[in-house]
């Protein structure tokens, strides 16, 4: 049986994406950790499993995949029957989920990407925190946030009734956010607040953030 | 029932859904929406799109929006019907996705943003941001080059077939190669000279631009 390697750091929001999915479908793997502060991705030798010198890579068996959203979808079809179900329904219902899968990956994630980078990651390199593009960025999360509470008023989940991808590709960067002012925009929204609480607090999530502890 | 497109002919993102209709020979007619009067964020069209973006689509009720949930949408629902632009096996479509977030991830940004710079503010009477543009064009040197290694070893980004990874690039290509006049960035590399040459010829594609000439 081919073995899964997974090449990252706990701490990068793509490779956390993947790690949570790998525990969710319940599938063992190798993590072969990437000092990134050494900037050992940037090196000729990672650029073979990565050649954008970004982290996570993935491999199982002869298949080489980069790109954190590719490598979850893999692996939730690979391991449709196994753990947690992170697909779900008939073609429109799929579609509806593609739909929020793209909203995270271009609403979501860009704005929320540049909060965890100022707030969570500059603080930690003693690199000082740009309050213009803080404050950029928060005013777009808070219209971001809005169309969520909006949708979670009427969805259990971001993409249907269960949790899925969708749900799951938003946890890294919500975990980095939930450390900073930027809770507030969280709080301040119930269904939103109910939401994080409900996805935070699954025990796959405790085990990548078990990860991060023990770096 | 042709499928309701709404959105522009010169929006990067509505072509990158007309491209994949097209290819696919499904029936659609593009409801105008009128950007410049800032329709797209109004009450009426919020309801289709709440981030008050476009293209949006609508087919026998059933409605969506990214255009890339849309054409993964098509592609899957017309899988049997014109070229194959997922791949056949669970391996090939990981791949296909992989290069698919390629093109949403180190790809797209950089060319909207210069885009943005070097075109639209300009065209909306602001002035661009020329220092910003050029460090994008940096940026998409070194992808390009990543791109131009990937095909010296497959004839299309996920292998040896177009897919729905290929198509994605089309409209962003055209806007760096026309109005931002970054031909360059194509022509100085082999592989992804030949390939862009290989795709933009493909009739879908030449269909998309005699019909948003027309529009123009």
Same mark, same amino acid.
């Given at each position: 049986m081919a073995a899964i390697r997974v090449h990252g750091s706990p701490f990068s929001t793509a490779s956390a994406r993947v790690l949570a999915t790998?525990?969710?479908?319940?599938?063992?793997?190798?993590?072969?950790?990437?000092?990134?502060?050494?900037?050992?991705?940037?090196?000729?030798s990672f650029l073979s499993i990565n050649p954008f010198g970004q982290v996570p890579g993935f491999e199982h068996g002869d298949l080489k995949l980069f790109e954190s959203r590719a490598i979850t979808k893999y692996v939730a079809n690979e391991y449709a029957e196994k753990g947690t179900h992170l697909v779900c329904g008939d073609s429109k219902k799929k579609a509806i989920i593609g739909v929020w899968m793209e909203v995270e990956a271009h609403q979501f994630d860009p704005v929320s990407s540049k909060l965890t980078w100022e707030l969570a990651v500059k603080p930690v390199y003693g690199m000082a925190t740009d309050k213009a593009v803080v404050e950029e960025n928060e005013a777009k999360l808070a219209k971001v946030l809005d169309v969520y509470e909006s949708r979670l008023a009427k969805s259990k989940y971001l993409g249907c009734e269960s949790f899925t991808l969708v749900d799951l590709h938003h946890l890294p960067n919500i975990n980095y956010l939930m450390g900073t002012e930027i809770k507030k925009l969280f709080d301040s929204r119930p269904h939103v607040s109910a939401w994080i609480a409900d996805i935070t607090a699954r025990p796959a999530w405790s085990k990548v953030l078990a990860m991060q502890k023990q770096q | 029932?042709?499928?309701?497109?709404?959105?522009?002919?010169?929006?990067?993102?509505?072509?990158? !859904?007309?491209?994949?209709?097209?290819?696919?020979?499904?029936?659609?007619? !593009?409801?105008?929406?009128?950007?410049?009067?800032?329709?797209?964020?109004?009450?009426?069209? $919020?309801? %289709?799109?709440?981030?008050?973006?476009?293209?949006?689509?609508?087919?026998?009720?059933?409605? $969506?929006?990214?255009? %890339?949930?849309?054409? %993964?949408?098509?592609?899957?629902?017309?899988?049997?019907?014109?070229?194959?632009?997922?791949?056949?096996?669970?391996?090939?479509? &990981?791949?296909?996705?992989?290069?698919?977030?390629?093109? &949403?991830?180190?790809?797209?940004?950089? !060319?909207?943003?210069?885009?943005?710079?070097?075109?639209?503010?300009?065209?909306?009477?602001?002035?661009?941001?020329? &220092? $910003?543009?050029?460090?994008?064009?940096?940026?998409?040197?070194?992808? $390009?080059?990543?791109?131009?290694?990937?095909?010296?070893?497959? %004839?299309?980004?996920?292998?040896?077939?177009?897919?729905?990874?290929?198509?994605?690039?089309?409209?962003?290509?055209?806007y760096l190669m026309n109005e931002a006049q970054m031909e360059h960035l194509v022509r100085e590399r082999n592989n992804v000279n030949s390939w862009w040459e290989d795709i933009s010829s493909r009739p879908a594609w030449k269909k998309l631009l005699t019909l948003a000439a027309a529009r123009f």
């Open positions: 790998l525990y969710e479908k319940e599938v063992e793997f190798e993590f072969v950790p990437v000092d990134m502060r050494a900037g050992e991705h940037k090196k000729e | 029932m042709a499928v309701k497109v709404y959105g522009t002919m010169r929006s990067a993102c509505t072509q990158r !859904v007309m491209a994949c209709l097209l290819e696919k020979g499904v029936d659609f007619d !593009v409801v105008h929406v009128d950007l410049g009067v800032g329709e797209q964020k109004r009450p009426e069209f $919020l309801v %289709r799109q709440p981030f008050g973006q476009v293209p949006a689509i609508e087919d026998d009720g059933f409605q $969506l929006y990214e255009s %890339r949930a849309i054409v %993964r949408y098509y592609a899957t629902k017309y899988e049997d019907q014109g070229p194959n632009l997922l791949g056949n096996t669970l391996e090939e479509r &990981a791949v296909v996705d992989q290069w698919l977030e390629v093109e &949403a991830h180190n790809f797209n940004d950089l !060319v909207y943003t210069l885009v943005l710079q070097l075109v639209v503010l300009p065209m909306m009477g602001k002035p661009g941001d020329l &220092a $910003l543009a050029h460090t994008c064009e940096q940026k998409l040197e070194k992808v $390009l080059d990543v791109y131009e290694q990937r095909l010296s070893k497959s %004839r299309y980004l996920a292998g040896d077939t177009y897919t729905l990874a290929d198509l994605s690039h089309l409209p962003g290509i055209r």
